[in-house]
């Protein structure tokens, strides 16, 4: 196999695994302050290529604008979905396997109104740099490809400073290890909870405003990307953010080689296969302790 062609493909998966390892960091901020696992997170990726581009197109609004009024929108659609479908049944105590197919039920829900209000078509959005890709040896290096991956260890960044040097991070972690124990020190929990799905439906926005310019965004892309991501989470230990990056990094790396070798149509075979190879060898993923 052409070394260039593989070095092109790593390159790709670095990029992609970028986005699954946001996606997979959106699982996680939500599951540590609530214990919930969000399988609408997919829905918040397609919102955000999809309403930055409507803003685009159909509002005629500048690029930056576009992007930042789509990620405060997205922001806003997983507090009101906190608030309207999570929040009930967290308060009576339902089980998973309730709130998995109450969010499962918010993606289908958002899914079918995207497709009324836009259309079916496949939507794509500019590069954010229109500029030659960099040639590193025989490999091509797309601008757009760096900007995904500088973004996205930026926000690695920020989460990190906000979850360690911030009361509200502080406090969103207290929840995450006992809720009972926070909400007798005077942490509004439920606040946090909103501010959890906030923030995660903000992370995934962001995720697929970066990606949309290199593929495309359509309605119903949703749930294979919030499967990808929950295999990023999976692997790289349930429950940590940057183990979740590190485990779409992982992902995105092992998928591109894979479709070198055995072409795109088993793509979603080899994801699954990484997913089911660390359930058996180390189920508590990179980060964790080795069982």
């Not at 049944?89 to 209000?117: D, G, S, Y």
């Amino acid at each position: 196999m052409d070394s260039a062609l593989i070095g092109q493909s790593l390159v790709s998966g670095l990029g992609i695994g970028c986005v699954y390892g946001l996606i997979g960091i959106g699982f996680c901020v939500i599951y540590n302050a609530s214990g919930i696992v969000n399988f609408a997170q997919g829905a918040f990726v397609m919102l955000g290529g999809m309403i930055t581009h409507v803003l685009l197109v159909r509002g005629q609004l500048p690029y930056i604008a576009a992007i930042v009024l789509s990620v405060l929108v997205v922001a806003l659609l997983g507090v009101v979905i906190e608030r309207l479908v999570v929040r009930p049944l967290w308060k009576r105590n339902a089980p998973m396997f309730v709130m998995i197919l109450a969010t499962l039920a918010a993606q289908i829900v958002i899914e079918r109104l995207t497709f009324l209000a836009v259309d079916d078509q496949p939507k794509t959005l500019p590069v954010f740099t229109d500029l030659p890709p960099i040639m590193v040896g025989g490999v091509a290096v797309n601008i757009q490809s760096l900007w995904i991956v500088a973004g996205s260890l930026a926000i690695v960044g920020l989460l990190a400073l906000f979850f360690k040097g911030t009361r509200t991070g502080k406090a969103m972690r207290a929840c995450a290890i006992n809720r009972e124990a926070a909400a007798l020190q005077g942490i509004p929990v439920h606040g946090m909870l909103a501010l959890a799905f906030g923030l995660s439906a903000g992370l995934g926005a962001i995720a697929g405003i970066m990606l949309t310019p290199t593929q495309y965004t359509a309605f119903n892309v949703g749930v294979p990307f919030a499967i990808s991501g929950f295999i990023a989470a999976i692997i790289g230990g349930f429950g940590r953010p940057f183990g979740a990056f590190l485990g779409g990094l992982t992902l995105g790396v092992v998928q591109s080689v894979a479709i070198l070798a055995f072409g795109a149509g088993l793509k979603t075979v080899v994801a699954l296969s990484v997913l089911l190879l660390f359930l058996f060898v180390r189920p508590s993923g990179i980060l964790g302790a080795a069982k």
